[in-house]
C-alpha cells in the first residue's frame, strides 16, 4: 500500500490536514479532498494544506491551500502560522519566508512560541477583493438578518465584515451561507459577525467560504481588526477573541497586517490510498 504521511494540525481549532509534497509532488482532486476532510470518514478538517517545493528563491516553501469543499485557496493566516512552525523546527531557526498565491509571507516565531506572520498588504478597492462592480466597501449594500452595512476586505481573500451588537446572537449558520455567495462576491466570500467591547478589543464569529462555520480565522481577524480601524472604532493593536481563542492583531504603518497566535501539532499519520482514490500523486 503507498500510504502517505501527514499532520493534524490547528490554530486555535481552525485544523488543517498538512501534506509535504516537497520530495515527492501531490496533486489532490477536490473529491479527494473532500474526502479527507469529511468528519465521519476521513481525517476531517478545515483546509487541506500540501507544503511545495519554493517557486522564488525569497521563499523557503510554497504553501498550497483547499477549503474542506475541495476548492483551492490564496490564503490561510492559521495554516500559514502551522507550516512555518514545521518549517522552523525543521531548520532550526526563528524565521521563515512561505510563499502563497497571495504573495510571499514572513513568519518568525517569538519566545513564548507563538508565530507571527506578516500577511502582507490589506486591499480596499472593489476590483481587488474582488467585487463584481464598483461599490463604496466600507458600506456594503448587503442586508441579511442582522448582518447589515458591511465592509469589505481582501487578505489574500475576501472578507466581508459585519459589525453587530452581539456576536453570539447572530444566526450565522443562516446568514453565513446566503452572504458567501451573494452576487457581490464573484469569488464568494467569507463572512465575519464583530462585536467591538473596546478599543482594543474585538470579539468576532466567522462563516468560512467553503469550510461553514470554524473556530477560528486568521486573515479574517485580520480583516475584523482592518475593517474596524477603518471605521475608527478601533486602534491599531486588536485582541480578536474568536471561539478557539485569541488572536493579536497589528495593523503596520506600511499598510500591511501583522497576525500573531500559537501553532499546534494535534497528531501524525497516514492516509489510506482509499481517501486518495480521486486524486493522485505525480
Request: glycine share 10%; charged share 20%.
Given at each position: ?9 490547528h ?36 483546509q ?5 517545493p519554493?517557486?522564488v ?5 510554497f ?6 469543499d ?42 513564548g ?18 467585487l463584481?462592480h ?7 449594500p ?81 480583516a ?27 495593523l503596520?504603518?506600511?499598510?500591511h497586517?501583522?497576525?500573531t ?22
Amino acid at each position: 500500500m503507498n500510504l502517505l504521511a501527514f499532520r493534524k494540525m490547528h490554530g486555535l481549532g481552525n485544523d488543517f490536514v498538512v501534506l509535504d509534497g516537497r520530495a515527492d509532488a501531490i496533486a489532490v482532486a477536490p473529491a479527494a479532498v473532500r474526502a479527507i476532510a469529511n468528519r465521519r470518514t476521513g481525517v476531517g478538517c478545515d483546509q487541506l494544506v500540501v507544503i511545495e517545493p519554493a517557486v522564488v528563491p525569497a521563499a523557503d516553501a510554497f504553501m498550497r491551500i483547499y477549503n474542506a469543499d475541495g476548492g483551492e485557496v490564496g490564503a490561510c493566516g492559521n495554516a500559514t502560522r502551522c507550516v512555518a512552525r514545521l518549517l522552523m523546527e525543521e531548520r532550526g531557526c526563528d524565521s521563515v519566508a512561505i510563499a502563497t498565491a497571495a504573495g510571499i509571507l514572513a513568519c518568525r516565531r517569538d519566545t513564548g512560541g507563538r508565530v507571527s506572520v506578516d500577511m502582507g498588504p490589506l486591499r480596499y478597492a472593489w476590483e481587488e477583493i474582488p467585487l463584481a462592480h464598483a461599490v463604496d466597501t466600507l458600506h456594503l449594500p448587503i442586508a441579511d438578518g442582522p448582518l447589515v452595512d458591511g465592509v469589505a476586505v481582501s487578505v489574500g481573500n475576501p472578507h466581508a465584515v459585519f459589525f453587530v451588537a452581539d456576536a453570539e446572537a447572530v444566526p450565522l449558520a443562516d446568514c453565513g451561507p446566503r452572504v458567501e455567495i451573494n452576487p457581490l462576491f464573484p469569488q464568494r466570500t467569507n463572512v465575519e459577525a464583530v462585536q467591538v467591547l473596546d478599543r482594543a478589543t474585538v470579539r468576532m464569529r466567522v462563516w468560512e467560504r467553503g469550510s461553514g462555520i470554524t473556530q477560528a480565522c486568521g486573515t479574517g481577524a485580520c480583516a475584523a481588526a482592518a475593517a474596524a480601524h477603518r471605521l475608527g472604532l478601533v486602534d491599531a493593536q486588536v485582541r480578536v477573541i474568536l471561539d478557539g481563542g485569541e488572536l493579536l492583531i497589528e495593523l503596520l504603518t506600511d499598510g500591511h497586517v501583522l497576525m500573531t497566535g500559537p501553532a499546534t501539532l494535534a497528531f501524525s499519520g497516514v492516509l489510506d490510498p482509499t481517501l486518495l482514490a480521486n486524486g493522485s500523486r505525480r
